[in-house]
């Protein structure tokens, strides 16, 4: 098979939850002849049970976790024909994650929560190849850490694209052949062979990075819902599929919370112009989205796309008499928040004082809170801070948005018995984002999709 039509198939927790869940995305990689690596995220579930064990816990909670993991496993073997070989290698790595979460109720370090949530993956990418072999298919399994080369932050750790790129022409390509080789998302390894994460929703950017290195044709990310909506439609009912959207729509989508797709997924496939569906693994035969370049799509692109929610939002607000007329106030504050590995999302400002909302989900793997008191003490020696929680960012999405007359006045209209405690617009002509109460979050994206969309 030439390069242009390989697939890589990543499924995520849910499509890989249990054995039924499994024979299902097994049936999609075997209805496409194009796929020739499957990527796979741990059964649902079993993450937060190893994120949790590496936190450290009392005997009896820990041995809980460990039972709990065992028996998601468990009711996959017992689904497979019988094969003592996997059995055993299932209880060596049960056997890990219970020494490793011994010496997390010693001593907790993200290193070690690194080591032990890898297990998740190296499961349910043994198990699911058994699956594909039930079905008389040539899967095989490979250790993802031999291609995906990461620098050495655990948690949420950076990939080495170079390297990554050369170990895949070393050791994936050569053992490809007609074979379906299934790996693991989410987990790497740094320089000396340490495993590393890549935080999570790390999976959807493994199938990215492969999909890049390798030359693929397509990705395909398998979820639970039958592509990209206009919103989430757990939240309305209104919500329509969206069959064709850009790169950079779906980029503005997933970085403004639309959990379909994680936003680093998009930075690989961007920049080797490589199109990605999202499909449902339940539900293959309703389709999907595709995600294009925007030279690719035909049609004239609307002016709203969609709506997205990002909830546990936090807003600290720096005020400084200082920073009246001064140079260089704004430089120490972004410095400090660089020191402590915090990335900054929407930033407005006044006179003598500066907002800043930090997004605290697409945090590490360890789940640590972002504001420590290091960092609140630092800021403190600049300026008075005040943090305010319980806030969720609302994001609309489309396109030309500064240069629509009238655009501003409908959305506000809309929004009129809200309160909005800041807004940002004009940095991008893709969106215009709101913090909002988190009680009102819901109601305020209702609103706004029957007014833009309905």
């Known amino acids: 098979m030439n390069n242009a039509q390989m697939i890589i198939a990543k499924f995520g927790g849910t499509s890989v939850a249990d054995y039924p869940a499994m024979c299902n995305s097994a049936n999609v990689v075997l209805?496409?002849?194009?796929?020739?690596?499957?990527?796979?995220?741990?059964?649902?579930?079993?993450?937060?049970l190893l994120v949790a064990?590496?936190?450290?816990?009392?005997?009896?909670v820990r041995q809980q976790n460990i039972d709990k993991i065992r028996a998601i496993q468990y009711a996959i073997i017992d689904k497979l024909p019988a094969n003592p070989e996997v059995k055993k290698e299932i209880d060596r790595l049960l056997d890990n994650i219970t020494s490793l979460a011994e010496a997390a109720s010693l001593a907790t370090s993200s290193a070690l929560t690194d080591e032990l949530v890898c297990h998740g993956e190296l499961m349910s990418s043994r198990l699911f190849v058994e699956v594909l072999k039930e079905k008389q298919s040539s899967a095989r399994w490979f250790d993802v850490r031999q291609v995906m080369r990461t620098d050495s932050f655990f948690g949420k750790a950076t990939p080495d694209f170079t390297a990554i790129k050369q170990l895949c022409d070393q050791h994936l390509k050569p053992v490809m052949n007609n074979n379906i080789i299934v790996t693991q998302g989410f987990i790497g390894s740094e320089a000396t062979g340490k495993t590393t994460t890549l935080g999570r929703g790390g999976s959807?950017?493994?199938?990215?990075?492969l999909g890049e290195a390798l030359h693929a044709g397509q990705i395909d990310i398998w979820t639970d819902v039958a592509g990209i909506y206009t919103t989430d439609p757990r939240i309305t009912s209104g919500a329509k599929r969206i069959d064709e959207i850009t790169f950079a729509e779906a980029a503005e989508m997933a970085t403004f919370g639309a959990k379909v797709l994680h936003p680093a997924t998009l930075v690989p496939?961007?920049?080797?112009?490589?199109?990605?569906?999202?499909?449902s693994s339940k539900a293959p035969k309703d389709g999907g989205t595709i995600v294009y370049s925007a030279k690719s799509i035909r049609s004239e692109l609307p002016t709203f796309r969609a709506l997205a929610l990002r909830r546990k939002q936090t807003l600290l607000t720096l005020h400084s008499l200082s920073m009246l007329h001064a140079q260089g106030f704004l430089a120490q504050v972004f410095s400090i928040m660089a020191k402590h590995n915090i990335s900054v999302d929407l930033v407005t400002t006044s006179e003598?004082?500066?907002a800043l909302t930090?997004?605290?989900?697409?945090?590490?793997t360890d789940g640590g809170p972002l504001l420590t008191k290091a960092l609140l003490d630092e800021l403190s020696t600049l300026c008075h801070v005040q943090v305010e929680d319980n806030l969720s960012l609302v994001a609309i999405i489309g396109n030309k948005l500064t240069e629509t007359k009238g655009m501003a006045k409908k959305v506000f209209d809309t929004m009129d018995q809200f309160s909005?405690?800041?807004?940002?617009?004009?940095?991008s002509t893709h969106n215009i984002c709101f913090l909002v109460n988190s009680n009102?979050?819901?109601?305020?994206?209702?609103q706004l999709h029957t007014a833009l969309f309905e």
């Open 352 to 354: 003598v004082s500066v």
């Open 31 to 48: 209805s496409n002849p194009n796929v020739q690596v499957v990527v796979l995220s741990a059964s649902a579930g079993v993450t937060n």
């Open 53 to 60: 064990l590496a936190e450290g816990c009392n005997n009896e």
């Open 269 to 279: 496939a961007v920049r080797s112009n490589i199109p990605v569906f999202v499909g």
């Open 440 to 446: 009102d979050a819901e109601n305020i994206i209702k």
């Open 204 to 209: 959807d950017y493994t199938a990215a990075l």
């Open 420 to 427: 909005i405690r800041m807004s940002c617009y004009g940095a």
């Open 358 to 364: 930090l997004d605290t989900t697409g945090t590490s």
